[in-house]
């Protein structure tokens, strides 16, 4: 018996896989953490990618607005915010003209102890830290429109700071086709309506994960966020240990650019064949913190699957949906036909995650293992299971031929079929 150990919210759970199973095991490039981040970062910050060093960006009494990623992402800003800071510093900027905007989009605020395990206990007791709220029309300013039709309304702090200073970590995305970059000011501190416009071309075939050139999302997004103006970025690239292992800074998109290359090489995994059977996991919290965020492991799990074949995810949704209107559209037993022609009449953020995923079912069967109640997981389209075991005896209780994947981090492994 093989004993498979997969991650789960905070914690992990293991199981055995019978032998005459066959399997293979999906990873994303082993890569190691740097040894020296910090040498790393500095160096980054001071030989960016077409622009000039960070501390030559500023000047005595200007402000600075840095925008950090919420809760739901991990881009480990606890190590180079102190390093990335203490460079303004240097240029003559005033301690109390920086200040920290969470880029939390249409997510939930962020509490006191979240603010502080993403930028460190020292940098959250010397600086000002702030939630967005992107339903605040009062701290919105409008900046125009894109040429997809988007009106851009941006954080009125953010926009009114001299400098805007873009942070963050970039993955693939399943319609943005990378996340970083431009997505710290469009969506993170977007308004309701900025983004809610934005995510609607999400039905246009070609936003899909991995994909820049061409995809309407990306584009859209971009055109935002120069409008808005992003003055610097740092994005970092991590492992499935959420370990440093790449640094990218400087100019906003081409900055962003090489990190996507660096990130479809490493994550994107080539497979020769579609499995019977995939088993996967998020990667643990804050992947699996809820289903809003989960789907998009589910959507990588299921890019590996036989049409018609069979998904065992493990997500704990210690918070729920994540979603009052994906909820209320579950809740009323939507088709996907009629969620696809309310969204196209009238695009609804919440709704556009309960289509996506009822998409995803149309593919194959879902086995759930979460902190839902089974009769909440079978509204949600899933079919409920306690354990590891009850899912395993399920599917192969007549067939042990079924050719299966394992995928330990299914957030960030992007399976990409050959031929």
């Known amino acids: 018996m093989t004993i498979v150990d997969l991650k789960y919210g905070r914690g992990n759970i293991k ?15 082993a890569q190691e953490a740097l040894p020296n981040p910090k040498k790393v970062i500095l160096q980054a910050l001071r030989s960016p990618i077409a622009s000039a060093p960070l501390r030559e960006k500023f000047c005595p009494g200007e402000s600075v607005c840095i925008i950090v990623n919420d809760a739901t992402r991990v881009a480990r800003s606890e190590i180079f915010l102190p390093l990335l800071i203490e460079e303004i510093l240097t240029a003559g900027v005033r301690e109390e003209d920086i200040f920290i905007i969470f880029a939390s989009g249409t997510h939930r605020p962020l509490n006191r102890e979240e ?29 125009g429109c894109t040429s997809f039709g988007t009106p851009v309304q941006i954080n009125r702090k953010a926009f009114e700071a001299d400098h805007r200073i873009l942070t963050g970590s970039v993955v693939h995305h399943f319609f943005a086709g990378f996340g970083g970059g431009r997505k710290a000011l469009v969506p993170g501190v977007a308004g309701w309506e900025t983004i809610r416009r934005n995510h609607s071309l999400l039905l246009d075939e070609r936003a899909s994960t991995g994909r820049l050139t061409g995809n309407p999302v990306h584009e859209d997004l971009l055109e935002a966020a120069l409008l808005a103006g992003g003055d610097f970025l740092l994005n970092t690239v ?4 959420h370990e440093i292992v790449q640094v990218f800074a400087g100019d906003m998109v081409e900055a962003h650019l090489a990190a996507c290359a660096l990130v479809e090489d490493i994550n994107g995994v080539k497979i020769n064949s579609l499995a019977d059977v995939v088993i996967a996991s998020c990667g643990g919290y804050p992947k699996d913190i809820n289903m809003y965020q989960a789907h998009k492991s589910l959507d990588n799990a299921i890019a590996a699957l036989k049409p018609g074949g069979t998904v065992i995810f493990l997500a704990q949704c210690l918070e729920g949906v994540g979603s009052e209107l994906y909820e209320e559209w579950v809740e009323k037993g939507s088709s996907l036909l009629e969620m696809k022609e309310i969204l196209q009449r009238n695009f609804l953020l919440g709704g556009h995650k309960a289509y996506t995923v009822a998409r995803l079912l149309q593919k194959g069967t879902v086995y759930l293992l979460s902190d839902f109640k089974p009769e909440k997981s079978g509204r949600l389209g899933f079919i409920s299971v306690r354990n590891m075991e009850e899912a395993i005896a399920k599917i192969y209780r007549e067939r042990r031929d079924l050719f299966t994947y394992i995928i330990p981090q299914a957030s960030t492994t992007i399976p990409r079929p050959v031929g």
């Open 15 to 29: 199981f055995t896989l019978p032998e005459d199973i066959p399997r293979a095991i999906l990873r994303s490039k």
């Open 115 to 143: 603010m502080v395990a993403l930028v460190g206990e020292e940098i959250a007791s010397r600086f000002s830290l702030y939630n967005h709220d992107c339903r605040d029309e009062e701290e919105l300013v409008f900046l």
């Open 238 to 241: 991590l492992n499935e240990e």
